[in-house]
């Protein structure tokens, strides 16, 4: 999960977790799986840097090409074959299936490949078959999936039908915008400190667009007291540091410096899109490619029959050499198992404070210079509250307002309750090995 430089927790439980995580990889290597995740899944993950190259040029001589998984299927993916600049050209597509059997990495991990994978796949005239089992109908190129690249950034979720199994939604992103329209629907903060705390885990750049800011003036809809607590938030967001732009996309020529600003910034980028239904991600899209809806329904014969756009991540590419990720997984999700040196770590206000304990949670220790720095009104209350939220494993979905205390309380002390049993159940487990 956290992969944060510099930081290691002390203490006894995280020390046994991180034995009995020990013991379980080496179980895994000793059945014949690889267990390193992050170099590259095939052929050997053991191979030194130099090796791996010597073996990718190998697999390139035999015909192997290196593309981008720009869609992912039940049971095939579309891949956007990669330019010499690495950067996938989206009129160069293929139709793959995956050869499962070359993914090791998928222990504990929903998919084998993800939108934003590099991998590496071999053409083929073999037949795909659909989710329905009928073979494909395509024009495209097809090939198989053999290899994929280790991933510099991936935006995940625990997933929701094995909770100790992580599901990967995105890879590579370089930066994730989230949107939010200020009205209708009206922004959800608590929202953007979840998506906020995963971007900055994964250290992935952000921005944050407000979008329908010409609602703001219609009286109607604004009270004066809206648009105060609107723009105290905002200037929250831009103490800390964040890159927040404010945007009225249905009319670009009122705010041509929003505009030109967001397409200097995705330049050359792939940015996945968070936010939820109905906050205009389609509507800035449009602002970066203004012909893409147009050319999406004049070419309907480039995918098969029976896509589903809707139901799927896919990549988009943007005239200004920028791809975009719309992310239909990403709108709401349930992030939660951080312990809190981490997560306080992906707060970047906190930073600076210290605090008495090492391991101080910022809850009820004594002694602790975030509290001491919310009272002197030098880290907002509403970022503390978010924090305490994301803490205590509440989630965040659509529809739902920040959640109150109460319901954090009583959700604290079923967590509590339920993460004791799981430590006691991995203690006795370990104790277990160890005697064996
Ligand atoms: N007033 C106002 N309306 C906007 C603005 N941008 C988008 N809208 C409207 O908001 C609605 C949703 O916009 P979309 O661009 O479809 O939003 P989306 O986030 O792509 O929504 P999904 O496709 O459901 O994910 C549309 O009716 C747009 O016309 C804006 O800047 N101001
Ligand atoms: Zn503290």
């Not at 379980?24 to 290597?29: D, F």
């Not at 590259?40 to 593309?67: C, F, V, W």
């Not at 299927?73 to 956007?80: D, E, G, S, T």
């Given at each position: 999960?956290?992969?944060?430089?510099?930081?290691?927790?002390h203490?006894?439980?995280?020390?046994?977790?991180?034995?009995?995580?020990?013991i379980?990889?080496?179980?895994?290597?000793v059945?014949?799986r690889?267990?390193?995740?992050?170099?590259?899944?095939?052929?050997?993950?053991?191979?030194?840097?130099?090796?791996?190259?010597?073996?990718?040029?190998?697999?390139?001589?035999?015909?192997?090409?290196?593309?981008?998984?720009?869609?992912v299927?039940?049971?095939?993916?579309?891949?956007?074959e990669?330019?010499?600049?690495?950067?996938?050209?989206?009129?160069?597509?293929?139709?793959?299936s995956?050869?499962k059997?070359?993914?090791?990495?998928?222990?504990?991990?929903?998919?084998?490949?993800v939108?934003?994978?590099?991998?590496?796949?071999?053409?083929?005239?073999?037949?795909?078959?659909?989710?329905e089992?009928?073979?494909?109908?395509?024009?495209?190129?097809?090939?198989?999936?053999?290899?994929?690249?280790?991933?510099?950034?991936?935006?995940?979720?625990?997933?929701?039908?094995?909770?100790?199994?992580?599901?990967?939604?995105?890879?590579?992103?370089?930066?994730?915008?989230?949107?939010?329209?200020?009205?209708?629907?009206?922004?959800?903060?608590?929202?953007?400190?979840?998506?906020?705390?995963?971007?900055?885990?994964?250290?992935?750049?952000?921005?944050?667009?407000?979008?329908?800011?010409?609602?703001?003036?219609?009286?109607?809809?604004?009270s004066?007291?809206?648009?105060?607590?609107?723009?105290?938030?905002?200037?929250?967001?831009?103490?800390?540091?964040?890159?927040?732009?404010?945007?009225?996309?249905l009319?670009?020529?009122?705010?041509?410096?929003?505009?030109?600003?967001?397409?200097?910034?995705?330049?050359?980028?792939?940015?996945?899109?968070?936010?939820?239904?109905?906050?205009?991600?389609?509507?800035?899209?449009?602002?970066?490619?203004?012909?893409f809806?147009?050319?999406?329904?004049?070419?309907?014969?480039?995918?098969?029959k029976?896509?589903?756009?809707t139901?799927?991540?896919?990549?988009?590419?943007l005239?200004?050499?920028?791809?975009?990720i719309?992310?239909?997984?990403?709108?709401?999700?349930?992030?939660?198992?951080?312990?809190?040196?981490?997560?306080?770590?992906?707060?970047?206000e906190?930073?600076?404070?210290?605090c008495?304990y090492?391991?101080?949670?910022h809850?009820?220790?004594?002694?602790?210079?975030?509290?001491?720095?919310?009272?002197?009104e030098?880290?907002?209350?509403?970022?503390?509250?978010?924090?305490?939220?994301?803490?205590?494993?509440?989630?965040?979905r659509?529809?739902?307002g920040?959640?109150?205390?109460?319901?954090?309380i009583?959700?604290?002390?079923?967590?509590?309750?339920?993460?004791?049993?799981?430590?006691?159940?991995?203690?006795?487990?370990?104790?277990?090995?160890?005697?064996?």
């Open positions: 999960m956290a992969r944060i430089k510099n930081f290691v927790a203490d006894d439980k995280r020390d046994n977790l991180k034995k009995i995580e020990k379980k990889k080496e179980k895994r290597s059945r014949g690889v267990v390193d995740d992050w170099i590259i899944d095939a052929p050997n993950a053991h191979q030194s840097k130099s090796e791996i190259q010597a073996t990718i040029e190998d697999l390139y001589t035999k015909g192997m090409r290196r593309g981008r998984v720009i869609e299927q039940k049971r095939n993916v579309f891949i956007a990669e330019n010499e600049k690495g950067m996938p050209e989206t009129e160069n597509l293929w139709l793959c995956v050869a059997r070359h993914f090791q990495r998928a222990h504990r991990e929903r998919n084998f490949v939108v934003g994978d590099r991998v590496l796949f071999e053409p083929s005239a073999e037949l795909q078959f659909d989710d089992g009928q073979p494909v109908d395509t024009d495209l190129p097809r090939g198989v999936v053999q290899h994929s690249f280790a991933r510099t950034s991936k935006i995940s979720r625990k997933d929701p039908m094995r909770p100790d199994w992580e599901h990967v939604m995105l890879a590579n992103i370089d930066l994730v915008a989230i949107v939010a329209s200020v009205l209708h629907p009206e922004v959800r903060w608590g929202l953007i400190d979840r998506f906020l705390v995963q971007a900055e885990m994964e250290k992935i750049p952000v921005v944050i667009i407000l979008n329908k800011v010409d609602l703001l003036s219609n009286e109607k809809l604004a004066k007291e809206f648009v105060e607590i609107y723009k105290r938030r905002v200037e929250i967001y831009r103490n800390i540091g964040y890159d927040v732009v404010e945007l009225c996309a009319k670009p020529k009122k705010n041509p410096e929003s505009v030109k600003h967001l397409r200097k910034l995705f330049k050359g980028k792939l940015v996945g899109f968070a936010g939820h239904s109905g906050v205009g991600k389609s509507s800035i899209l449009n602002l970066m490619k203004p012909e809806e147009q050319i999406v329904d004049e070419n309907p014969d480039i995918f098969y029976g896509r589903h756009t139901t799927y991540n896919s990549l988009l590419q005239d200004i050499g920028a791809y975009a719309d992310t239909p997984g990403i709108r709401s999700f349930h992030i939660s198992n951080y312990d809190p040196i981490s997560l306080s770590y992906c707060f970047p906190f930073r600076p404070f210290k008495k090492r391991e101080c949670a809850d009820h220790e004594p002694q602790c210079g975030i509290k001491q720095a919310v009272s002197e030098k880290i907002s209350p509403e970022r503390y509250r978010s924090y305490l939220g994301i803490l205590k494993g509440l989630s965040f659509e529809g739902e920040d959640s109150t205390d109460a319901t954090m009583a959700d604290l002390k079923a967590r509590e309750q339920k993460r004791d049993e799981e430590l006691a159940k991995e203690e006795s487990l370990l104790n277990q090995d160890l005697k064996s």
